[in-house]
């Protein structure tokens, strides 16, 4: 009799291609990337001690051609991944494939390049195309580094909840808050009027990116009221015990959603760098080029 096979091995199988699934696009196929790009930095290194060259080495020398040709044919390759993102295709070149390659083999940049000037670095657009290349590579790498750790914060930060959603929060408060400080003097009253009068999104990129708001009119508006009454008779039904309640929730709110915007801010800043740098670099590597084969 026919043995029924079992779904065990099926299991184990969907349980393996599920994580290749979710394989990180920094361990790709094992880490097929990193491997290349090390053994491409080994083989650099080994031939740069084993060529002589004379009178040392330089980026004008037949190594430094070799060497200078490599990397600006890489930096080419490395600026596609742009329109690379356009096409969704899985496989050996799917698009975590390529970002895996785009990360390592822009790395490995780190010592080409190098080791293509020789180390002779001066006032001059060569050590410019080289100093362009490295800032690339570290803007680069703080962005790995944005993605691999912040998604998790923002998440965690908004706690199921949308920007969206705390936006429509903060409005609800306000609304709250214009309704609560209508029994109010004058005076505590222009205190909650300037905290609804506030952009809550207001201050530059280095306040958002540092997350500090010293004009915050809410947090100053709550201690000047606190202040006010610290010796002032408690009544049985004090309208300030429910705007002071209010202004403690606008507050935590304001708390939530400028982390929101600080970790979106870390996440998107070293686009503004990679980016145009890349550009300024691809400019530079062109007189760099258009030097060595026209004007040396």
């Known amino acids: 009799m026919a043995s029924v096979a079992s779904p065990e091995p099926r299991k184990k199988a969907g349980g393996r291609q599920r994580t290749r699934n ?34 040392r080495h330089n980026g004008g020398s037949w190594y430094g051609y070799t060497l200078g040709t490599i990397g600006a044919l890489l930096i080419l390759w490395l600026t596609m991944l742009g329109m690379r993102k356009r096409a969704m295709t899985p496989g050996g070149w799917s698009l975590k494939a390529w970002t895996s390659a785009h990360v390592y083999l822009g790395l490995s940049l780190i010592v080409i390049g190098t080791l293509h000037t020789g180390f002779q670095l001066g006032w001059n657009v060569h050590t410019l195309a080289w100093a362009l290349m490295m800032i690339v590579i570290i803007s680069g790498i703080y962005g790995i580094y944005a993605y691999a750790t912040l998604p998790q914060g923002l998440s965690a930060n908004r706690d199921e909840m949308t920007e969206t959603q705390m936006i429509d929060s903060l409005r609800s408060l306000d609304r709250q808050l214009h309704d609560a400080a209508q029994p109010l003097v004058p005076e505590q009253a222009a205190l909650v009027q300037s905290s609804l009068e506030q952009d809550p999104f207001a201050g530059h990129l280095l306040q958002r990116i540092g997350n500090r708001y010293p004009g915050c009119s809410t947090r100053n508006a709550q201690a000047e009221l606190r202040r006010s009454r610290a010796y002032q008779p408690r009544l049985g ?24 915007l600080q970790i979106k801010s870390m996440l998107q800043i070293w686009l503004f760098i990679h980016v145009p740098m890349t550009f300024a670099l691809l400019a530079a590597l062109s007189a760099h080029i258009v030097s060595v084969f026209f004007y040396w």
């Open 22 to 55: 979710h394989e990180g696009f920094l361990r790709h196929s094992n880490f097929r990337w990193l491997k290349i790009a090390l053994i491409l930095c080994i083989a650099c290194l080994v031939s740069y001690f084993l060529i002589d060259v004379e009178p």
């Open 237 to 260: 039904d004090d309208p300030l015990d429910k705007v002071d309640s209010l202004l403690a929730k606008k507050e935590a709110t304001l708390g939530r959603l400028r982390k929101h």
